[in-house]
């Protein structure tokens, strides 16, 4: 067994069959192995960031690791936007990077670079193998790493040495420890209790594993008990909702009116999130959010057991499955006419499926719709919490392989979606179930909002030359053609109902361009 | 004026006036002061590999470093791969990196990021802008940063408070003092002239500026007067080659043919470049290329000035125009039949006009071609120093801004051409005299040699997935539809050189997809 089966090996012993991957020549041993581990499912992606966004998605859907396989530092470079975003969401990845022989490296080659420099700002660890025998016990380091708690990104580094090199029987195979998430003590879940009953105004703000299942539940009875109100951030990594589910608040993404919203709150109760923070900073304006006397209590962390904290609150408050509030179903009404965001957040609702998982890197166009369709089938959404664009369509990808029994949607801006298009041909190759929507709007609209908003002014010619992209105008069904995906356009939100039930209906994926 | 303001005319102030870039929020106030400064002319990029490899192509191209502007952390990630590429060249880029406001990074926000560790891989220089009235004085420092010598590539990164805070008059534009280069010493001139002189076998092997113009002319007249060999490493940023220029031979890529061919040397003399070494190591063979036995002398490195090194030491070995050896032109045959990587290279060979600025890379496909086109018309060839894929269609639209009036061919394998797709947008939208010829072998075919090269077997079915781009098969004319491009798909040699003479006779941009 060479250093590269060992590897590929741990790896299948410790449930990660999946490896997203774009290898090169130093990863060919890696490759090679896959020959002789048929469990282990690689995904080829004609670009990294497809990688690392595919990975992303995969954990937020499956809860488990996926690994990639990346070549040298340049393949690592192409799939930091993405392993940024997957960081800020505390998604559990394992990125294995080919390196150099290590005699090689002090030749300084053409493709020679300081992988580990790169991987640090978008890890919480960083190794490299030094020899093939002991790459079983760092591949088990590595997945403890994913697993945290919190969850967090792996990048083992895999001199191609160490991947040709001899490891031995037994010692190549070894289990991950990971340790389970923390319990959040009773002080702090009494005290939470004490604030939730005095009766001020108070905001439990929810993220991560909160946000789903039987977390969300007992927040929501927490929340029918004591009367506080119950939000989300402005963007959440997984957040299940629609019709029978507890409905939730959202903190505006503009400043002026996330300030509003938060102002009667004394009291703010993070859950696996922090006090809400702009986005960005603006002049005059405050980068907290939330108002001056305003405390915050963090109940618990990514490191901690969020579902536990949250019995453990609601019995402390009294809250029981009676006290939960449930979102109604909204009418379906079909909309018709020229598309605009409003129409297009009906046609959503009209045709989320029960099951969904549904993909927002809509960025101007679907802040319309997240209100919207709250009352729709109920699903789960999946939002950029890096900000990094060029994430949705990798994403769905990821969430499509997670989960091939559940229908994805992914609703994504033109200047988002060309950042990482080549995504459309991977999901061609594995037959995905995903629809994607292209929000054509020909421009980055969000930032001619936000020139104004810093203060910029108006923009004139040559400024506005770096906030439109309509010339030439992009041509998105051709694009999906030339990855071999069907695709159409509509023009009209009738069109755009019966396109989304028609791609999700058939088989594969497929593209519609909503042009607005 | 304010700090972006200040930017903007300290970077016009001295020449560089040609801005690659994808802006953001963090970016608004240097975009808006584009509306009062528009010398400065800004090339927007769909993606921002896009942007880095086009500054890349424009320094090969102008020897004059072009600007980037970038959003943030992911934005400077997305570009690292061509910045890798471009570092190895030795270009010269200055990089300016939208940042958060400093006092909002403290509540780390989505897209938070260690952006100058990011930057450090691929940078000679990271400096952070702390306030707008010393960003002046910062831009100098970043701009003679990127002339070094040797060139090199510069990263400022600006705090959005830098860029919209005030500025001071007078102060607020200062003048690069960039160094010249170093002269070599006649100490290492004389001891190169004897080596030379003593007739023992001797390889001069050129780099960088070492490649064109005068200093390669002197550099032929060295060969012609003391019998010593001149090539090439496999792999050059921009050379001067094609008939009445002087010849040069190309140490191969394989490690065993490049063995053999260096095997008969005594001593290397290097120009601007280092002895040879391996691309990647293999099992059981060398990373040093030079035989046992052979000594190297470092006649200049990129931080000498490599014209006047190669003219006095052509006078210390009383080497005249007269012993120029000069490459006769070929006889351009236009080739038929079913294409393969013969006859693509002969259709180069009949087709590449004066003047051409031809972009390799082409992987496997273009090995054949690069002997074949050394009798073509006079053109520059730029290469892939750095190994990443993904670099030609960006170079290719960078050099086309550097040098509007000369026609630019890339010759791209489908693999590569599939990283940053998203040149074709940028090529159309600035109407660029480029020609792309993408060689759709349908497979990462360098891997399937590197898989047998490395020891790994012959892959099997699971392997073969991971080389294998044919599902779905990518139809570029469809993608260059989709980025407004005109293009067109030929099988045939005959074809292929019509097309060629068709895309370099109109104007704008077109694609040729070339069915190997």
């Known amino acids: ?89 505390q998604s559990g990845i394992l990125n294995i990077v080919g390196e150099h022989v290590t005699t090689h490296l002090g030749f300084d080659p053409p493709l020679a670079a300081d992988i580990a420099g790169l991987a640090r700002p978008v890890s919480a660890w960083v190794r490299t193998a030094t020899d093939a025998a002991s790459i079983a016990a760092l591949t088990v380091e590595a997945i403890d790493a994913t697993f945290g708690p919190p969850p967090a990104i792996a990048t083992l580094i895999l001199p191609g040495d160490t991947a040709w090199g001899a490891a031995e029987g037994k010692a190549a195979v070894a289990r991950s420890s990971a340790q389970p998430r923390q319990r959040v003590t009773g002080d702090i879940i009494d005290k939470a209790a004490r604030l939730l009953r005095s009766g001020e105004p108070t905001l439990l703000i929810l993220g991560g594993p909160a946000l789903k299942g039987a977390a969300l539940d007992r927040a929501g009875e927490i929340a029918g008990r004591t009367g506080c109100r119950i939000a989300t951030q402005f963007f959440s990594a997984r957040l299940e909702r629609g019709a029978g589910r507890v409905p939730l608040e959202r903190i505006p993404y503009a400043v002026d009116q996330a300030l509003t919203m938060l102002k009667p709150f004394r009291h703010i109760v993070t859950v696996c999130t922090e006090e809400p923070i702009a986005f960005f900073a603006y002049p005059g304006k405050p980068s907290q959010l939330k108002p001056k006397g305003c405390d915050v209590l963090t109940l618990c962390t990514m490191a901690d057991d969020c579902g536990e904290a949250l019995a ?63 009352g729709a089938a109920p699903h789960d959404n999946i939002q950029n919490m890096g900000g990094s664009i060029g994430f949705g369509t990798p994403l769905s990808t990821g969430a499509a392989i997670a989960c091939p029994d559940r229908p994805v949607l992914c609703v994504v801006g033109d200047g988002s979606a060309m950042y990482t298009i080549q995504s459309l041909w991977t999901q061609v190759r594995e037959s995905l179930n995903v629809t994607t929507i292209v929000c054509a709007n020909r421009s980055y609209q969000i930032l001619k909002n936000e020139f104004k908003a810093v203060g910029a002014g108006v923009p004139g010619s040559n400024a506005l030359s770096m906030l439109e992209i309509d010339n030439p105008t992009l041509d998105f069904v051709a694009l999906a053609k030339g990855m071999g995906m069907g695709a159409t356009r509509v023009a009209r939100a009738e069109d755009l109902c019966r396109a989304i039930e028609r791609g999700l209906a058939e088989p594969g994926p497929t593209l519609i361009e909503a042009q607005l």
Not at 5 to 13: A, D, H, K, P, R
Not at 47 to 70: K, Q, S
Not at 320 to 337: F, I, N
């Open 1 to 89: 067994m060479n250093g590269a089966e060992s590897l590929v090996e741990t790896l299948l012993t410790n449930g990660i069959d999946t490896c997203f991957a774009n290898p090169g020549t130093s990863e060919m041993h890696f490759v090679a192995a896959l020959d002789r581990n048929r469990e282990m499912r690689c995904v080829l992606g004609l670009f990294e960031g497809v990688v690392t966004g595919a990975a992303d998605g995969y954990y937020r859907m499956r809860e488990r690791p996926a690994a990639t396989l990346l070549h040298l530092g340049p393949g690592l470079g192409n799939g930091i936007a993405n392993l940024h975003n997957a960081k800020k969401a």
């Open 312 to 374: 453990d609150l609601a019995a402390a408050v009294g809250a029981t499955e009676m006290d939960r509030p449930v979102q109604a179903a909204s009418e379906k009404l079909r909309p018709s006419g020229a598309l605009n965001a409003a129409n297009l957040a009906q046609a959503l609702l009209a045709t989320i499926p029960e099951g969904c998982i549904l993909v927002d890197e809509s960025v101007t166009t679907g802040r319309e719709s997240f209100g919207v369709t709250a």
